[in-house]
T-cell receptor, first 113, second 112 residues
Framework: QQQVKQSPQSLIVQKGGISIINCAYE??????FPWYQQFPGKGPALLIA?????SEKKEGRFTISFNKSAKQFSLHIMDSQPGDSATYFC????????????FGTGTRLQVFP | NAGVTQTPKFQVLKTGQSMTLQCAQD?????MSWYRQDPGMGLRLIHY???????DQGEVPNGYNVSRSTTEDFPLRLLSAAPSQTSVYFC???????????FGPGTRLTVL
């Protein structure tokens, strides 16, 4: 079963617009929620991450919003740029001891000039 | 530092052949893992290791073996390749505490 559900599957945004990607999880034992960015032909790289005791985290143009009661979190990319075109994965860590990450299915973002 | 390196970058196998995907890291990380990436499926954990001599199964371990004899290396073995194992394979490592998993560049494997 998909423990971390991600939507949309693909997203097309105009340059300067806001890109929003949503994720929902089921397991309340998850304690760490990272977002990874992947360019074609490359491995994923950490973009930004949040712990469940914080409702929002911002790093430059990238913001994670976290709703613990709804078990949902989202990535907002402000002023989207063509260089942001990539695939984005949300993830959740199962437990502190093993560091196993459960990934969403990914969102392919295309930003057009 | 080279980070996480993987070899080969591309590989084509015939059904039933065996091979080993190599992964190495130079960051002295205890935690290493293998994922496979398939369209529409995200990244799924195959096997992981929390230190030399310690390995465990992830979500999709069938058809794959691993061992961890050193901190640096974590090879993934396919004993008898099947077309269902056609995928892109990523190795990752992580340091102590809450933090980033560093991914290698991936190996694209095709099984005919």
């Amino acid at each position: 079963q998909q423990q971390v559900k991600q939507s949309p599957q693909s997203l097309i945004v105009q340059k300067g617009g806001i890109s929003i990607i949503n994720c929902a999880y089921e397991n309340t034992a998850f304690d760490y929620f990272p977002w990874y960015q992947q360019f074609p032909g490359k491995g994923p790289a950490l973009l930004i991450a949040i712990r469940p005791d914080v409702s929002e985290k911002k790093e430059g143009r990238f913001t994670i919003s976290f709703n613990k009661s709804a078990k949902q979190f989202s990535l907002h990319i402000m002023d989207s740029q063509p260089g942001d075109s990539a695939t984005y994965f949300c993830a959740a860590r199962r437990s502190y001891n093993t560091d196993k990450l459960i990934f969403g299915t990914g969102t392919r973002l295309q930003v057009f000039p | 530092n080279a980070g996480v390196t993987q070899t080969p970058k591309f590989q084509v196998l015939k059904t039933g052949q065996s091979m080993t995907l190599q992964c190495a890291q130079d960051m002295n990380h205890e935690y290493m893992s293998w994922y496979r990436q398939d369209p529409g499926m995200g990244l799924r954990l195959i096997h992981y290791s929390v230190g030399a001599g310690i390995t465990d199964q992830g979500e999709v371990p069938n058809g794959y073996n691993v061992s961890r004899s050193t901190t640096e290396d974590f090879p993934l073995r396919l004993l008898s390749a099947a077309p269902s194992q056609t995928s892109v394979y990523f190795c990752a490592s992580k340091g102590p505490g809450v933090g980033e998993q560093f991914f290698g560049p991936g190996t694209r494997l095709t099984v005919l």
